[in-house]
């Protein structure tokens, strides 16, 4: 078949207006030849995963920090599977404790990169785990 | 089940299930002999959705057009879908996709479908494959369909011979508006709207554009020009009035769609022969070879296109 771009969106949930953090990680990707989509700020987890379903991408990155991400991540994780998409690799970022970030792997986040996190650890992580997953033959 | 199973794919697409469009759309999008069984499946000459362009300079506001056109169609009970294209870089083959901001307030809408596209290197303000996106829409019972293209400049015309209508977007204060005008590019539109209303230089370029709708030319037909702001909402039932009077016309889509078959035709054609030319010179010569060759001064390209267009008439088809 022909070329297969690694497709991504990028949103932020909750209430806070700061993404510059976003835009930053989406140029990253951008520049490591990724297709991202920018949905901006103060999403809902419902259009989150309605739109992530149907840009049919492979990752879905939020960025918060506002501290909702407790309840914000696992809701967004939550609406992909109501719409048959949990196959949807989904990471996190920004000022989360790290105490909570074993309860957000468990919610189904793959990665969260706190404030240090540079963005070519993003990009890594990103183009590993969809390697993996093309031979995993889970997405074609 | 293979998650790109085409024909599984394009069942799904007719039964309006929305993930299974969404992955049809990747599939078109990726290319390939899966896209044309897909598209071979979901092929319909005459469709009865109808497809407008949107087209325009950056940041004219041709998205935010489109999130009003799309309530205001969601309103006349319809099923809008928008494929909306962005600029892929040419350093890393990666995209921003940026034109769903401004439409997201209709994301959780099962009535409403949303598709962003990079333009993966194709020239002429589309993606190569956005023609099969917005079919795929039309096969999914998505109506009407808008086509957004990137921001143009002055050639970037390709959305005319796929949309059933175009609607230019102009704004007051861009100055190379003259530009368009030198390319004939007035010509595009079926409707030109000039956005920014709210703003300065309005009169100015409404006056720089109907001038240069003199030098239509003979025989075409002459756009309307609606003026409007997204911004303060002026204007904008005029636009909307306008644009669907067009769309339920007795206008000749007819004439429209027979240039779309052509095209269509045209350019399958094309890849295909590209392909199967490509082939033969890798078979026959080697590329790298051949390159090889013309570099030791034994041959040049020209001579080596005419050995592999007498080799393909005796390939067997
Ligand atoms: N003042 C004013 N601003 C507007 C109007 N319409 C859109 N804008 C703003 O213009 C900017 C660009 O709008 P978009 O809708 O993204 O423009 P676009 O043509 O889709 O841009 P590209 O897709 O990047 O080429 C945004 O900041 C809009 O809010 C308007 O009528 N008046
Ligand atoms: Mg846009």
Known sequence: MGERKIRILIAKPGLDGHDRGAKYIARALRDAGMEVVYTGIRQTPEAIAAAAVQEDVDFVGLSLLSGAHNHLFPEVARQLSARGASDIILFGGGVIPDEDIPGLKTAGFRAIFTPGASASEVVEFVEKEFEAGATAGTRA | ?317
């Open chain 2, 1 to 317: 089940m293979s998650a790109i199973d085409p024909v599984h794919l394009a069942g799904l697409v007719r039964r309006g299930d929305l993930r299974g469009l969404a992955r049809a759309l990747t599939v078109v999008e990726n290319g390939g002999p899966e896209a044309s069984v897909l598209m071979h499946k979901l092929y319909d000459p005459s469709p009865a959705s109808r497809s407008v362009g949107l087209t325009g300079p950056p940041g004219a506001g041709k998205s935010s057009l489109a999130d009003v056109l799309i309530a205001h169609w969601k309103s006349r009970g319809r099923r809008p879908g928008v494929i909306a294209v962005d600029p892929s870089s040419p350093f890393s083959g990666g995209a921003i996709l940026g034109d769903r901001l401004r439409m997201q307030r209709h994301a959780c809408d099962p009535d409403v479908f949303i598709r962003s596209m990079g333009s993966r290197g194709h020239i002429g303000g589309l993606a190569s494959s956005t023609a099969q996106a917005a079919e795929v829409l039309a096969a999914g019972g998505f109506d009407p369909v808008l086509i957004e293209t990137v921001g143009v400049g002055q050639g970037e015309i390709e959305v005319v011979s796929v949309a059933d209508l175009t609607v230019l977007v102009l704004v007051p204060g861009l100055g190379d508006d003259v530009q368009m005008m030198k390319a004939g590019i007035m010509e595009i539109g079926d409707l030109i709207v000039l956005n920014k209303a709210d703003r300065p230089g309005m009169d100015q370029l409404e006056t720089v554009v109907r001038a240069s709708l003199e030098f239509v030319r003979e025989g075409r037909p002459v756009p309307q020009v609606v003026k409007c702001s997204v911004a303060t909402g002026e204007g904008l039932e005029d636009l909307f009035s306008k644009l669907d009077d067009l769309l339920s016309s007795g206008r000749d889509f007819e004439a429209v769609r027979r240039g779309r078959v052509r095209e269509n035709l045209l350019r399958v054609a094309a890849e295909q022969g590209t392909r199967f030319a490509l082939e033969l010179l890798e078979r026959s010569y080697g590329i790298e070879k051949a390159v090889d060759m013309v570099l030791a001064g034994e041959t040049t390209p020209y001579e080596i296109g005419e050995r592999i267009a007498a080799l393909s008439g005796r390939a067997p088809v």
